[in-house]
Each structure stands twice: as structure tokens, then as C-alpha cells.
């Protein structure tokens, strides 16, 4: 399995739609998991922190399962600005060694 | 407020010539600090993570090196740039142990073109 895995995407909805991405991981130790937007061509910002079971956010809500070792992101309610890439980072040791997942590309039709 | 600063912003170099991409972090002492590359279309893949100064950890073996000359100093080079060095190149850094909440910062990017 590799370190970080992603649905590949890419991912096309109308406004007003729920969409759900997933992230698997293959390292039990890790303690905590992020998602990051990237929009094209800027550098990632955080969007969500998720240290155990799960985080909410407004419309956004991050799930953890370390038993089957994957994250969730669900988008409620979709807007136009919701259009980019969504990152998934895991650390590998403690948090000094972060992983990226190649990204699931999100685009929000009107 | 702590400030990270990535410099220069676009270049493009032909191959075999050098390079140097610098990043300073402001506001915060020992922090972690991370050299990723994204390709087009691409995640983005750790090249380099330093803990302190002088201390350098290689992900992928390459043509590229890191360096810590300062504590919030971070310095990316290569002698002989490949076509395969073209990419989007992002500095990051996050707080180091004991405060690290695991959030990475980045800078704005480096984008470089090897023709």
C-alpha cells in the first residue's frame, strides 16, 4: 500500500451537491491527519485538522477510521469556490515527516 | 506573525546550469522546514525535511541538495539542472518539537522551467 492513497478523481458535481473524498494510509502509528486545498497553480492551505474520530466545520466534515487506516471529507451543499484540488497529508513519524496524497481534483459546476 | 518568505517566484533555466531557491522563515525559532516538488497534474513529493540547522534528511536520491546554514534558513540547489527538474517547488515549514500541531505552512512556490 502507499503511504498516502487518494481517489483519483477527478470529481464533477453541480452546486448544491454533497461529494465525499477518500484517503487511505498505511501507517498505524500515525496520530493525525489534514486535509489541504490547493487551488491552481498556489500553494496548499489547511483546511481541516482531524486528531480523532472526526472534525465538522460547517459544511465541511473530516472522518477518521484508524481501524481500516482511511480519512473522509465530505463537502455538503457544494459552491463554486469549493472548485479545487483537495490534498490529503498523513505523517509518517510523529509530525516532522508529512506525506501527500497526489490529490483529488474537485470541480463545482453551476 | 509568523512569515515565510520563498524566492524567486518563476525562473527558467536551461539544462545543466544551476540552481538556488531560497526560503527564510520569520516570527518562529527551530522550526521544521520541508522542500516538496509538485508536477503538473502531479501531488506534491517530499524532497527534503531538516529538524535544525545542518540537519538534512533526503527523500528521493537525485540530482538536488538541501541546506541549513541558518535556523530558519532553508536553501535548495543543484549544479546541473535536468528537464526532469521542472515543477512547482514549495517550501514549508512547521512548528518543530514539543509545539509541532503538525499544520505545515507554505510559502508561495517556485515555479521552474528547464528547457
Known amino acids: 500500500r502507499k503511504e498516502v492513497e487518494q481517489d483519483p478523481g477527478p470529481f464533477n458535481v453541480p452546486e448544491g451537491a454533497t461529494v465525499a473524498f477518500n484517503c487511505t494510509y498505511s501507517n498505524s502509528a500515525s496520530q493525525s491527519f489534514f486535509w489541504y486545498r490547493q487551488d491552481c497553480r498556489k500553494e496548499p492551505k489547511l483546511l481541516m485538522s482531524?486528531?480523532?474520530s472526526g472534525n465538522e466545520d460547517g459544511r465541511f466534515t473530516a472522518q477518521l477510521n484508524r481501524a481500516s487506516q482511511y480519512i473522509s471529507l465530505l463537502i455538503r451543499d457544494s459552491k463554486l469556490s469549493d472548485s479545487a484540488t483537495y490534498l490529503c497529508?498523513?505523517?509518517?513519524?510523529?509530525?516532522?515527516?508529512?506525506?501527500f496524497g497526489a490529490g483529488t481534483r474537485l470541480t463545482v459546476k453551476p | 506573525s509568523q512569515t515565510i518568505h520563498q524566492w524567486p517566484a518563476t525562473l527558467v533555466q536551461p539544462v545543466g546550469s544551476p540552481l538556488s531557491l531560497e526560503c527564510t522563515v520569520e516570527g518562529t525559532s527551530n522550526p521544521n522546514l520541508y522542500w516538496y516538488r509538485q508536477a503538473a497534474g502531479r501531488g506534491l513529493q517530499l524532497l527534503f525535511y531538516s529538524v535544525g540547522i545542518g540537519q538534512i534528511s533526503s527523500e528521493v536520491p537525485q540530482n538536488l541538495s538541501a541546506s541549513r546554514p541558518q535556523d530558519r534558513q532553508f536553501i535548495l540547489s543543484s549544479k546541473k539542472l535536468l528537464l526532469s527538474d521542472s515543477g512547482f517547488y514549495l517550501c514549508?515549514?512547521?512548528?518543530?518539537?514539543?509545539?509541532?500541531?503538525?499544520?505545515?505552512?507554505f510559502g508561495e512556490g517556485s515555479r521552474l522551467t528547464v528547457l
Open positions: 482531524v486528531y480523532s
Open positions: 497529508v498523513v505523517p509518517l513519524y510523529y509530525n516532522n515527516d508529512m506525506r
Open positions: 514549508a515549514w512547521s512548528p518543530g518539537w514539543g509545539s509541532n500541531t503538525g499544520e505545515l505552512f
